[in-house]
């Protein structure tokens, strides 16, 4: 009776207290009105540089994911519904209009640049896979996760222009799952494998991650093979002309490829600009090339982590310097790391959650914890930004938000057990439970096994509720047992379920408790 079918392998995880207020948190944001950002708001007022609203919708995204695949496999009504809530603010013109000005050009990118072309607003129709990569991949996980095909359905994906008061009326491009992941093929397959550009000229190793992912999981959803021969191209075209892929010690690694110069732009290099690194590609790379990475890993530990006083934290000497230097003589050759973000100690973070370093996964926390604010607001727990680069303070909205939060929930190869352990029909057709009152009672643990479900919930007050909720999928007709524990007694009764598979329940929650449901032998 104990044959899990989900990704675990027979782990007992269960959600601290953390963990449940990182998640309210996401909840929460998903949950503000439209044009509402409160506490997302960047250090760079045009939502072009890394720490916009993008970034921290598509974070807090994959740590759900995470948590729905490891933790909460038979709970899934509030991911799902949060999940949406998500993609619905990645349409909003508010996370996507920045492109309209940034399709233009910018010698940042393209030193070469003479005059701005003319520039253009559908966000996702050629580059910006910054933007598009994302919100493939957002899509991408639900579908693998729920499967209701919401976002298969010609205009799903509509993104609408309606200034009130310039232009020549309202402008709308209709996108769905397929078009978005058709458009994206097509790029990158005429980029000869190097990848999508993010902003013009310049095609990042970072961003090309998520597009690649996001069309695996399109493979894995409709049975198609657009990514596998992708992988490979990008593979080659990287290695050919460039240090990725190849053993340590072979020179600085890329970060992005200026396409009209031709050239490789390396960590180290003089012309770049950004603070792109393996510590922002590592964990999605690590998906698919995991060797590789953990090769990488020693040397990005020993560059990158330093000791504090609490425990973990990044160096940041460098990018304050350039802060500086940025302030004094503002030119196209330095870009303000304030205003690109710098989500070191977050990125670091996600990379040893993934990699499985316990260590450095929980030093870098608690440095957090000591030094960055933990802040808990409507029972949800975030890291408010603080723009003092020069401290071990600092903190970026999608540090705050997302990576930290990511950091805590994600599960020794959570990320690659997403992509490479997808669920199919078994585990979508499999128990779940259903009308379980948020956020009154918090869901800790939720699994189902080979002839039944066992769930653990929390109450988020003092006051004791009482409430009725379901369990959906299980065997038609069949006789169950339900045994309910909590501090004080265990209490078992038997019910039978309905002959379309229902078992309709009630209990009452005065504290921590759990419930095992398995079918009468």
Request: proline residues 5%.
């Amino acid at each position: 009776m104990n044959n899990k079918l989900t990704a675990t392998e027979g782990r007992v995880l269960s959600l601290d207290e953390k963990q449940l207020g990182h998640i309210r948190h996401i909840v929460r944001l998903s949950r503000q009105a439209p044009g509402d950002w409160s506490d997302m708001g960047p250090f760079d007022p045009t939502n072009e540089g890394d720490d916009a609203y993008r970034y921290q919708l598509a974070y807090m995204a994959y740590s759900l994911a995470v948590v729905q695949q490891q933790y909460l496999p038979a709970y899934r009504e509030l991911f799902k519904e949060t999940f949406q809530r998500l993609i619905e603010k990645m349409m909003r013109h508010d996370v996507w209009g920045y492109w309209e000005l940034t399709s233009k050009g910018s010698k940042v990118m393209d030193p070469d640049l003479e005059e701005l072309v003319e520039g253009w607003v559908d966000p996702v129709v050629g580059k910006n896979v910054m933007y598009s990569g994302h919100l493939l991949m957002m899509v991408g996980l639900y579908e693998m996760l729920y499967r209701d095909g919401r976002y298969n359905v010609d205009g799903s994906l509509t993104f609408m222009c309606r200034p009130p008061f310039r232009g020549l009326g309202p402008q709308d491009f209709p996108y769905d799952f397929h078009k978005l992941a058709e458009v994206i093929e097509a790029q990158f397959s005429a980029s000869h494998g190097m990848g999508c550009e993010c902003e013009p000229n310049g095609v990042f190793v970072y961003c090309n991650q998520f597009a690649l992912m996001g069309l695996k999981l399109y493979d894995h959803v409709f049975g198609t093979n657009r990514a596998e021969k992708l992988f490979k191209q990008f593979k080659k075209a990287w290695a050919d002309k460039s240090t990725l892929f190849k053993p340590v010690g072979n020179g600085q690694l890329p970060v992005f490829y200026a396409v009209r110069q031709d050239e490789v732009i390396t960590e180290a290099g003089e012309d770049n600009k950004e603070a792109a690194s393996v510590v922002s590609w590592g964990p999605m790379l690590h998906i698919w090339e995991p060797e590789y990475v953990e090769s990488l890993y020693p040397q990005v530990i020993q560059e990158v982590r330093v000791n504090t006083e609490a425990g973990y934290g990044v160096s940041l000497e460098q990018f304050h310097r350039t802060h500086l230097e940025y302030q004094q003589k503002p030119s196209m050759d330095l870009v303000d790391p304030m205003m690109l973000g710098v989500h070191t100690h977050g990125m670091l973070g996600l990379l040893a959650a993934e990699m499985g370093d316990e260590e450095t996964k929980a030093g870098l926390l608690a440095h957090a914890d000591h030094a960055m604010n933990p802040t808990w607001k409507d029972g949800g727990l975030f890291y408010p930004r603080c723009d003092d680069l020069n401290t071990e303070s600092y903190v970026t909205c999608v540090t705050g938000n997302a990576l930290i939060g990511a950091t805590r929930l994600v599960t020794k190869n959570g990320l690659s057990d997403l992509f490479n352990r997808p669920w199919g029909k078994k585990e979508i057709e499999a128990p779940t439970i259903t009308g379980i009152p948020y956020p009154e009672a918090l869901v800790a643990r939720a699994v189902y096994f080979d002839g039944g479900i066992e769930f653990e919930l929390v109450p988020s007050g003092i006051e004791a509720i009482s409430f009725d909720y379901k369990v959906v999928g299980l065997a038609a007709s069949t006789r169950f047992t339900v045994t309910t524990n909590s501090v004080s007694c265990e209490q078992s009764q038997e019910l039978r379920s309905d002959a379309s598979g229902n078992l309709a329940l009630s209990l009452r929650l005065d504290g921590r408790l759990s419930v095992r449901i398995e079918a009468v032998a």
